[in-house]
């Protein structure tokens, strides 16, 4: 059920079929001495099946329309010539208890439509990290940071989820730490909030390094202040690595979780300035559930070979999923379907008394508290330029 196959388009392009592990999902009369093969048991209640057959039947039914979404939405994998990269904030994931097996499905679905997947505020608590490996297939692999201890790092780490058929670690990992003397009498930050990591990967022959960061949030004067300070700290240590043979041919990626709002243009000119270069497919989009801000981003600092994919327009392949299109539809019927988890799960759901206040409670918790308050976003990277790199090199003899 793990193995992908090929499918032949009519141009020609080999296409990989994307599957994933949905054995819960049936019937409970085909589990009955199939228990050893599930992936949805509660730990904390004698490992008993978290879906009822009910959950079941409106998992299948909304997977079916989040796959079709994707299908439309996200390109294809195509073998050999390209990779998807996703970020992707899942809000608190493993510290919110009420987040559902319906959900964790959805999160997996997601995640499957990508390579590689960087995960922000992935918390100490790695249960539901597991399930989403479980339901992706052995050969999804991962990376963790460790956990930033304190009040400011909020008991977060950064992942990274991949599908190794497609793209390798490289063995590259590490956290970026802020030396004494770049931060000696520094009197706005001592070191950046949730600490940075870098991890190297391979796709054929590129060699890339991704940079994942979560940076400070907050409007106001002392907010930015602290925010612009993470970044210029950030772009100076990322200088002297880019500097270094051992960094992955020099290539790198920084994404992530920025909390950059529109007005924090000069922050976003000190990472411009250093060579990185925001894609077009995302550029000011807003990639938060409220569709408001542009937190999420990805800036590239790559040799001529590393190319972003472009359609037939010359724009650059990428954009943000929007996934409450296809799961947790904002409407009457779709938030009915919740109704009883909501008053199960709301610490006081005694003011749950009307449609009205069901909405207001589904939209502004219950959906984010399920998914995120955060949207996937994405690039299309092109793998094959062998041609390109033959005919420079010949030009150059």
Known sequence: MHDFMYNISCAGTKKLIKEMWYNDLRPDSELFNDRYSLVMLDSEKNYNRMMTEGDKKRTISNLLRLRKGILEKIPNKTVDTNLLLSSWNIKNFGTLKDRTAESLYYIAEIINAFDIVALQEVNSDLSDFKKVLRLLGSHWKYTLSDVTEGNSGNDERFGFMYDSRRVTHSGLSGEIVISPELIENNAIISQLKRTPTFTGFESGWRKFTIVSVHLHPGEGATNKAIRKEEVRLLMEILKKKQKSSALEGRNMIVLGDTNLYEEDADIVKLITDNKFVESNGLKGKYTNTSLNQIYDRVFLNVDDYFKIATDHNGMQKGGVFNLFNYVYINTASEIANYHELMLLHKENPSNLTDSAKFKSYFNSYWKRN?????????????????????INKFDKM
């Not at 299309?380 to 062998?386: A, G, N």
């Open 370 to 390: 399920q998914m995120s308050d955060h949207l996937p976003i994405w690039l299309e990277l092109q793998t094959e330029s062998s041609d390109e790199f033959l």
